[in-house]
């Protein structure tokens, strides 16, 4: 798992790019100064985010034990307003985000979700996370997705999964 990682810059010179590879699994893929992060504020973006969590092992009846959370996880697949899978008091002008692409799988002892979407809201896929597990032990029908959605209302999802499972795998500007 790699260790996600913000950096800001003041400098003044928006042509540099700054690649460093150090050597305890910390990647900066990209520099970019405030100046040019202007200019890219509007442009389209495609981010693809994993959520690793360890499930161990788990045995169920119909050979799939997390069939639930795939179904539940193609209700959240398309443009919706994800205000309930929003932090409560973040500062957005629109809540209403597309998810291209939703995969849920194992892999080994861990469950990996994997959210591409077009914009993420702060703490978005960390509480789809959470609230996906709750399916997947059967807190929650997968069909409680398209109430979640409709509520619009925080308290409605799930709780939101550790920070440590995160990673933000690409940030493209289409």
Not at 46 to 65: F, H, K, N, Q, V
Not at 94 to 119: H, K, M, P
């Amino acid at each position: 798992m790699w260790p996600n990682v913000f950096l800001r810059s003041t400098l003044r010179q928006p042509g540099k790019v700054l690649c460093l590879v150090l050597v305890a699994a910390l990647t900066v893929f990209a520099f970019v100064s405030r100046a040019s992060e202007y200019l890219l504020i509007k442009q389209e973006t495609d981010r693809l985010a994993e959520y690793y969590a360890a499930i161990g092992t788990l045995e169920s009846a119909t050979g799939d034990p997390w069939a639930d959370t795939r179904e539940a996880a193609a209700y959240l697949e398309g443009e919706h307003d994800f205000r309930s899978f929003c932090q409560t008091g973040a500062q957005v002008r629109s809540t209403v985000r597309t998810l291209y692409a939703l995969w849920v799988e194992e892999q080994g002892q861990d469950l990996v979700i994997r959210v591409c979407g077009n914009g993420f809201l702060y703490n978005m896929v960390r509480i789809i996370a959470g609230t996906l597990m709750e399916v997947g032990q059967g807190k929650r029908e997968p069909e409680s997705m398209r109430d979640i959605l409709e509520a619009a209302d925080r308290a409605a999802a799930g709780p939101t999964a550790p920070a440590h499972g995160l990673t933000l795998v690409r940030y493209e500007f289409l």
